[in-house]
């Protein structure tokens, strides 16, 4: 259980270190040094537009679909 004497917990957005702010109005990562951003949290939420990881997998589903029609087209036609 963290002590109230280390104040806030924080993620380094750099290094993702963890580490506690001991109350200081700077707040440093002590590993990469990186001041702490609020903001940067924020701005990954965002959309990021482009294609989603749901759109790539479903053009995936569709690609392999389409390879397997054509691949028991061809093995219906080579047999005699």
């Known amino acids: 259980m963290a ?3 280390w104040g806030a917990k924080h993620i380094c957005h750099n290094c993702g270190t963890r580490y ?7 707040i ?3 590993k990469c040094n990186t001041p702490f951003d ?3 949290l924020l701005k990954s939420r965002r959309s990021r537009g482009g ?9 995936q589903q569709a690609a ?3 390879a397997l029609l054509a691949l028991a087209a ?3 036609a080579a047999t005699p």
């Open 74 to 76: 061809w093995a219906g």
């Open 3 to 5: 002590k109230p004497e």
């Open 64 to 66: 392999e679909v389409a």
């Open 38 to 40: 609020p903001e940067a």
């Open 20 to 26: 506690y702010d001991m109350h200081r109005a700077e």
């Open 51 to 59: 294609f989603t990881g749901d759109v790539l997998g479903a053009c």
């Open 28 to 30: 440093v990562c002590p």
